[in-house]
């Protein structure tokens, strides 16, 4: 049987009063409330917005085996979630993220199961996989996410934050793909988007070959990041404005223009536009179209509109 619990306490950024964390629990054998997630925090701030925060401060947010399922767990959830429209990511204490945790992955990854060199290669492969989908759930999810980084993101952490919609950071965020200085090949996401996400190839690979770090103006600058921000209070008042805008359109229009952005990014432009008439020879016949030019006419915002639930 599970409850929600709310927190009482609040914290203030910049002007809005957000709870500090609505955690849901379950019911242990004992009957006291543990939490559903061990890693993440969860929180609707405000209508519907998710925000998903990395709850592992006094580890850097390190990603161990716990994270990898709690995020799966966590994104098909919102995927299936008709109150919310759009989800806040960020991360709790100094850090955004140091990326893995090396010593509670180890196991899996430097000594995996098998009898000889195929069957090790199989799960390990298998392994692979499982934590590509860490990420991959995020960008399979309809719903836009927008991730806001301070400090420091390190090598899965931008893993994570290529597979989100929009990315936001502070003054001081820095961000590292920092596989090779541990001997391996980034495998679970940044070789793959972070060349979609910049214009130069050569940068891309001039990050992934020396792991130095970019700074944020670099960041702005390259296209990684769309806005910077002062510092973390400023910078999640402005996501939360941002998600707010999002949330107040056609819950139609918006997860439609995610996954067809999605899709035409992966795709040529014929392609892209044939898909594009065959979702919207469907979608075009909700009631929001008529709804939203209904406000234009009248001169209203969008947010103004009574959206359905999708």
Request: charged content about 20%; proline content about 4%; aromatic content about 6%.
């Amino acid at each position: 049987m599970f409850s929600v619990i709310v927190k009482a306490a609040f914290t203030k950024y910049g002007g809005l009063q957000l709870p500090s964390r609505t955690v849901l629990r379950a019911m242990s054998s004992s009957g006291n409330p543990t939490p559903l997630y061990t890693t993440l925090a969860i929180s609707h701030p405000a209508e519907s917005i998710t925000h998903v925060e990395l709850h592992r401060p006094d580890k850097r947010n390190s990603m161990n085996k716990a994270f990898s399922s709690e995020m799966v767990d966590c994104f098909n959830a919102i995927t299936g979630d008709p109150d919310c429209r759009v989800v806040v990511v960020s991360g709790a204490g100094k850090i955004f993220t140091s990326g893995i945790d090396l010593m509670d992955l180890a196991g899996d990854i430097l000594q995996p199961e098998g009898e000889d060199t195929a069957r090790i290669s199989w799960n390990l492969r298998r392994i692979i996989t499982k934590y590509q989908e860490t990420f991959s759930v995020i960008e399979k999810c309809p719903k836009p996410v927008v991730v806001a980084v301070h400090g420091a993101c390190i090598g899965a952490g931008v893993d994570l934050i290529t597979a989100c919609d929009i990315r936001l950071c502070t003054q001081d965020a820095w961000f590292q793909v920092k596989e090779v200085d541990i001997g391996l090949a980034a495998d679970v996401g940044t070789l793959q988007r972070l060349p979609k996400v910049f214009g130069s190839r050569s940068l891309v690979n001039e990050l992934a070959l020396t792991a130095r770090k970019m700074y944020s103006d670099e960041a702005k600058s390259s296209g990684l990041v769309s806005r910077v921000f002062a510092d973390k209070e400023a910078m999640m008042a402005g996501a939360l404005e941002m998600a707010g805008e999002i949330a107040g359109r056609s819950p139609v229009a918006v997860q439609g223009t995610k996954v067809n952005l999605i899709y035409s990014r992966d795709h040529g432009v014929a392609e892209g536009l044939d898909y594009m008439a065959t979702w919207n020879m469907s979608m075009l016949q909700t009631q929001d179209v008529i709804k939203s030019a209904q406000a234009a006419m009248e001169k209203k915002s969008p947010k103004t509109v009574a959206y359905s639930k999708l």
